[in-house]
């Protein structure tokens, strides 16, 4: 019984230290995402992580239409499973790029760190994939700004009609 609790017990702290899976959603459409700052699959330059200035990539998407946008922005390669670095939701439909600055009415959630708005790629070792998917939303979802991310991630996969993916690498020079 002692152990059967003991391993009740290691189970529940694994499950609440794994990170939340990326939201889903169907591959129908052809919706695109670069950017003017790196290319998929290339570098991101220095001045979008910690070592330079920290900002965020310019992010365009286009192939589909839809009342509502979101951005997640994760790093699958982080030692404790995926490090969210940006979740925004309800960008406006009209919105087909943003930058270092999200249109009126968009959400800026929670990130991994506990912050809100944009994290700078920092990998502690190695080289690292930053993938930075945009969802296609059949309207707004309402999100509040104290979401989290499991909640977040729920509205945005519910509320998904399709996605793209821009992927950077960052590598560790320390």
Not at 122 to 131: K, L, N, Q
Request: charged content about 15%.
């Amino acid at each position: 019984m002692r152990r059967l609790a003991l391993f009740s017990c290691v189970l529940l702290l694994a499950g609440c230290s794994k990170s939340p899976a990326p939201p889903s959603a169907p591959s129908g459409g052809n919706l695109t995402v670069t950017s003017s700052d790196f290319t998929d699959g290339s570098a991101i330059p220095s001045a979008f992580t910690c070592t330079g200035g920290g900002h965020r990539p310019t992010l365009a998407w286009s192939g589909v239409s839809a009342p509502a946008w979101a951005i997640v922005v994760d790093d699958p390669d982080a030692p404790g499973g995926d490090f969210y670095h940006w979740v925004v939701a309800d960008l406006p439909g009209s919105a087909a790029t943003v930058g270092d600055s999200v249109p009126a009415g968009a959400h800026e959630l929670r990130n991994s760190g506990g912050s809100t708005g944009w994290t700078p790629p920092c990998p502690p070792s190695g080289t690292h994939h930053y993938r930075f998917t945009v969802y296609a939303l059949k309207g707004r979802t309402g999100i509040p700004a104290d979401s989290s991310i499991d909640d977040a991630f729920a509205k945005i996969s519910s509320s998904a009609s399709a996605q793209g993916r821009l992927t950077g690498l960052v590598t560790h020079t320390g």
